[in-house]
């Protein structure tokens, strides 16, 4: 692979998730200013603001001898922190676009299959880690209710369905951490504490949705912080795998380990083999199709199988924790209501800190999970609703912490993999006469409901003793394998080794682009970071990571231009919400002619 097909068109979802300006993206006319865009001087980037429905528009917001900052801020027609202008923007005409998402075919069942494995099988792994690190709090029971409710409420209510929810995996660190610090260093309950958490997160969010933060947030945010973000996802999954086995090797015999340690491997390797099937030269072309979708299922499968056989029965293996009736994992809780009313009033304003974390993370979760669902490349033609899916999520995440489960958030790469599985060719009429076919997404909820319920399904006592079927040994296997996956499209892995490869063996870069010395620093950077973030993990300022990660965004448009030449930055990094291409110079506001998205549109036939 070429380092332009690495670094600048990686099939990465949660590294690059890159919108064509449509209506789902900040820059369409009505959902978001557009931003200047400057590598050169990221300081430019902002200067101006393209008031909506093709106004001229507004510079010079806030500076000296022109209108005063704060009151071009909350302007009626053009300001950025105009009260409610995305969430009116999001719901209008929503009504009669709902009637429009009820579509329903084989496809979209498939598609819902498909996301139910998807979804389940890492919730139930992020379940076992969880079980142990907040003393049986989370479960596997909570995590199942957690996903299948929040699941169904955003089929239903989101405006953008093909955004998925679930349990995530920098969330579980969160948790983990926060629970240490009641336990041991604040000496209070922690549901409790939690729950108020995500009651001041609901608000936050409430806010960001009021003041239309996605488009003076996403708007700056560029791929460098969000393939650290992967790549620190892939580094938690292999660290999930590796506490697995210690705690197999710590609780069973040793027999009972070697095993786990194959069934984890087995499990791997099965997965990953059967992924890579529809390069396969054998089987019919959907056999190998349905054998890569399902690998996961498949390998999961097998190796629940495996120890009902022979001698193996005999072994002393760590399974899944599971209850037994509809009540929470712990022992000393039999409702799932958490008494949040009875936790001092200190501790109360004290929860502010980790809800404004909580914010921070989900934010970034769900806004970066839209925009990979939504790609241009996926051709959608109803208008998403960013502010309006922020709110929605701030009202699951409060309800979650009352009920004393742990709040679901936008997934990567299940969000993007929704969109995938429901990609089907499509006939456009021209007005010329021609036709032209591309591929676009069925626009529905469907497949977001019926997952979503079947996943609910499994919180019955009957379901549940299916899933307390699972060695833990298994589910170590699936997290290296969410781990690869999520590794192998990541930019960062190819350009390192860019870096470990001599010279002299190195494909020649294209004309005009810089030498790899400025490229092999910048990744070396987004390693080092990474590293760091993931070390902070294991400190006491742990639950800080999320602001962490938010705060490399200034960092990267502020300093790092003055450390590495413009035409470097402009290789290897690019918008993460919006198709610009980053400007030697700066960006001057100028008139455009009206896009092809704001002709007519042409009459359409599905095939």
Not at 149 to 157: H, R
Not at 266 to 290: C, D, I, P, Q
Request: aromatic share 12%; charged share 15%.
């Amino acid at each position: 692979m070429d380092p332009v097909s690495r670094t600048s068109s990686s099939k990465s979802f949660a590294s690059q998730p890159t919108l064509h300006p449509t209506p789902h993206s900040p820059e369409s006319t009505g959902h978001g200013r557009k931003v200047s865009t400057d590598a050169a001087d990221p300081e430019k980037a902002g200067e101006f603001y393209s008031a909506p429905n093709g106004k001229e528009p507004v510079t010079n917001i806030g500076r000296k001898g022109t209108i005063p900052a704060i009151v071009a801020l909350f302007r009626k027609d053009d300001g950025p922190l105009r009260p409610f202008r995305l969430l009116k923007s999001d719901l209008k005409g929503r009504p009669r676009l709902y009637k429009t998402d009820w579509l329903f075919n084989q496809l979209i069942l498939a598609s819902a299959v498909y996301l139910f494995f998807t979804n389940l099988l890492p919730g139930i792994t992020f379940a076992s880690d969880l079980y142990q690190l907040t003393g049986k709090t989370y479960g596997t029971i909570e995590v199942v209710f957690s996903t299948g409710l929040c699941g169904v409420i955003f089929a239903l209510f989101s405006a953008q369905p093909l955004t998925i929810l679930g349990v995530t995996g920098p969330f579980c660190i969160l948790s983990e951490r926060i629970y240490d610090l009641c336990e041991n260093s604040f000496h209070i309950e922690y549901l409790p504490f939690m729950a108020w958490a995500c009651i001041h997160a609901a608000w936050m969010h409430w806010l960001l949705a009021i003041f239309n933060a996605h488009d003076w947030t996403m708007g700056y945010v560029t791929i460098f912080s969000t393939e650290i973000f992967s790549l620190l996802n892939s580094i938690i999954y292999f660290h999930k795998a590796i506490q697995e086995l210690e705690r197999a090797h710590k609780n069973t015999s040793l027999a009972s380990f070697l095993y786990s340690v194959i069934g984890c491997v087995g499990t791997f390797l099965v997965a990953v083999t059967l992924s890579s099937a529809n390069s396969w030269s054998v089987f019919h072309k959907y056999v190998r199709m349905g054998l890569a979708e399902y690998a996961a299922a498949i390998s999961i499968i097998i190796f629940i199988g495996m120890p009902q056989i022979g001698e193996l029965r005999d072994l002393d293996q760590t399974r899944l924790p599971i209850s037994t009736s509809f009540t929470p994992s712990h022992p000393g809780r039999t409702r799932f209501v958490v008494e949040f009313w009875h936790l001092p009033v200190t501790w109360v304003f004290a929860a502010m800190v980790p809800g404004l974390i909580i914010t921070t993370l989900f934010f970034f979760d769900v806004e970066v999970s839209t925009i990979c669902a939504t790609l241009s490349r996926y051709n959608l033609r109803k208008p998403g609703g960013y502010a309006w899916d922020v709110a929605l999520l701030g009202a699951t995440t409060a309800m979650c912490g009352i009920l004393g489960i742990p709040p679901a958030n936008g997934l990567l790469p299940q969000a993007p993999l929704h969109s995938e599985s429901l990609l089907h060719d499509e006939k456009i009429e021209n007005p010329d006469g021609t036709v032209t076919v591309r591929q676009t997404v069925y626009e529905q909820r469907w497949s977001h409901l019926l997952h979503a319920i079947g996943i609910f399904v499994f919180v019955s006592p009957p379901f549940m003793k299916v899933l307390g079927l699972t060695p833990t040994s298994v589910l170590a296997g699936l997290f290296i394998f969410m781990g690869e996956q999520s590794l192998s499209v990541n930019p960062i892995l190819y350009r390192f080794l860019d870096i470990l490869t001599p010279v002299s063996a190195l494909p020649s870069l294209p004309e005009g682009a810089p030498g790899y010395a400025g490229i092999h620093v910048y990744t070396i950077v987004q390693i080092v970071v990474t590293v760091g973030i993931f070390a902070l993990t294991f400190t006491p300022a742990a639950p800080a990571f999320p602001v962490v990660i938010v705060l490399f965004v200034p960092i990267r448009l502020k300093l790092m231009a003055r450390w590495w030449k413009p035409e470097t930055l402009q290789f290897v990094d690019k918008w993460a919400c919006k198709d610009d291409d980053f400007e030697i110079a700066p960006s001057k506001p100028t008139a455009t002619a009206p896009s092809e998205d704001d002709q007519p549109p042409a009459t359409k036939t599905t095939i």
